[in-house]
């Protein structure tokens, strides 16, 4: 049978339009681009932090380091290392801005303040809070310090809260009660200040009628020691106070201070005590640092 050129044509024609129909009907898989986590810094909040001067804080993401880079503001203010480490250089505002290496539009900005004003608490331990405050005009620092816990030295309750100004910074409490220290970068030489509770010191019986003799004999000096040593009186309406200056050996001109306070309405008394570092200049700055407490009871 013949079939004609017209069916034929038709045919193909019809073939084609079915084809062209089922291609058309296969699903077209779209490549689809994996989605890019945001930069997170998990230990900062609200993207605002504060850290004092000289300090180092090592931001957290979630990301490796080495996927991101770190870029601060103003270098002056805030430094920030490859790794995330900022260090605070001197008071103000740096913002850091941490990004991918790969897609610099994903990114987080950290406001950094840097501030001269430190407070730092132990309040588990040893029962000291010690409050930081950097004046910049006359470069000193102010701490005003908390005490309420057993004193391990004489095994009796101190409570008492004082104030000294020095030229040491980061003095904070530590865990034995009633000493405070300096710590961390920048110190130059380690200082401790310590109070007690002197009430039951049997060589501070007749605490107001003492003598330079009889606190010669509390320290046990040699007769050399006494000749160096000085005895210091002072009063007002609510306390008796002797500052007491003695040789730290025979062989310098350095001294050791202690600034002991009676209060006259309950008879506690509070010794104060340093160490520091047998220096002439150190040596100047803690007798300026004890001459400087104050009793805020």
Same mark, same amino acid.
């Given at each position: 049978?013949?079939?004609?050129?017209?069916?034929?044509?038709?045919?193909?024609?019809? %073939?084609? =339009?079915?084809?062209?129909?089922?291609?058309?009907?296969? #699903?077209?898989?779209?490549?689809?681009?994996?989605?890019?986590? %945001? &930069?997170?810094?998990?230990? &900062?909040?609200?993207?605002?932090?504060?850290?004092?001067?000289?300090?180092?804080?090592?931001?957290?993401?979630?990301?490796?380091? $080495?996927?991101?880079?770190?870029?601060?503001?103003?270098?002056?203010?805030?430094?920030?290392?490859?790794?995330?480490? *900022?260090?605070?250089?001197?008071?103000?505002? %740096?913002?850091?801005? =941490?990004?991918?290496?790969?897609?610099?539009?994903? !990114?987080?900005?950290?406001? /950094? !303040? =840097?501030?001269?004003?430190?407070?730092?608490?132990?309040?588990?331990?040893?029962?000291?809070? &010690?409050?930081?405050?950097?004046?910049?005009?006359?470069?000193?620092?102010?701490?005003? /310090?908390?005490?309420?816990?057993?004193?391990?030295?004489?095994?009796?309750?101190?409570?008492?809260?004082?104030?000294?100004?020095?030229?040491?910074?980061?003095?904070?409490?530590?865990?034995?009660?009633? !000493? =405070?220290?300096?710590?961390?970068?920048?110190?130059?030489?380690?200082?401790?200040?310590?109070?007690?509770?002197?009430?039951?010191? #049997?060589?501070?019986?007749?605490?107001?009628?003492?003598?330079?003799?009889?606190?010669?004999?509390?320290? !046990?000096? $040699?007769?050399?020691?006494?000749?160096?040593?000085?005895?210091?009186?002072?009063?007002?309406?609510?306390?008796?106070?002797?500052?007491?200056?003695?040789?730290?050996?025979?062989?310098?001109?350095?001294?050791?201070?202690?600034?002991?306070?009676?209060?006259?309405?309950?008879?506690? *008394?509070?010794?104060?005590? +340093? *160490?520091?570092? #047998?220096?002439?200049?150190?040596?100047?700055? +803690?007798?300026?640092?004890?001459? $400087? *407490?104050?009793?805020?009871?």
């Amino acid at each position: 049978m013949k079939i004609s050129k017209k069916l034929v044509s038709f045919m193909l024609a019809l %073939a084609m =339009v079915v084809t062209a129909m089922a291609v058309q009907t296969v #699903p077209v898989q779209a490549k689809t681009k994996a989605k890019v986590k %945001a &930069v997170k810094v998990t230990n &900062v909040k609200k993207n605002k932090v504060t850290i004092y001067q000289g300090d180092n804080l090592t931001l957290k993401t979630n990301y490796k380091a $080495s996927q991101l880079k770190f870029k601060t503001s103003d270098k002056t203010v805030a430094t920030v290392s490859s790794r995330g480490v *900022i260090t605070a250089v001197k008071k103000g505002k %740096a913002k850091v801005t =941490v990004s991918l290496k790969k897609n610099a539009k994903v !990114k987080k900005v950290v406001t /950094v !303040k =840097v501030s001269d004003t430190c407070i730092v608490s132990y309040s588990d331990k040893g029962g000291n809070h &010690v409050k930081e405050v950097y004046n910049s005009r006359t470069q000193k620092y102010t701490y005003t /310090v908390s005490v309420n816990g057993v004193d391990k030295y004489y095994n009796t309750d101190l409570n008492v809260s004082f104030r000294f100004e020095t030229t040491e910074p980061r003095m904070a409490a530590t865990n034995y009660t009633g !000493k =405070v220290q300096n710590y961390g970068p920048g110190i130059k030489y380690c200082t401790f200040l310590w109070v007690c509770n002197s009430a039951n010191d #049997p060589d501070l019986v007749n605490f107001e009628k003492m003598t330079d003799d009889d606190w010669f004999k509390a320290y !046990k000096l $040699s007769t050399e020691d006494r000749q160096k040593s000085t005895v210091e009186r002072y009063e007002d309406d609510k306390y008796y106070k002797y500052i007491v200056a003695t040789p730290q050996n025979s062989y310098t001109s350095l001294m050791d201070y202690a600034v002991y306070f009676k209060d006259k309405s309950t008879g506690q *008394i509070y010794s104060f005590t +340093h *160490i520091a570092s #047998p220096n002439e200049e150190m040596n100047k700055t +803690h007798r300026e640092m004890m001459e $400087s *407490i104050q009793l805020l009871n």
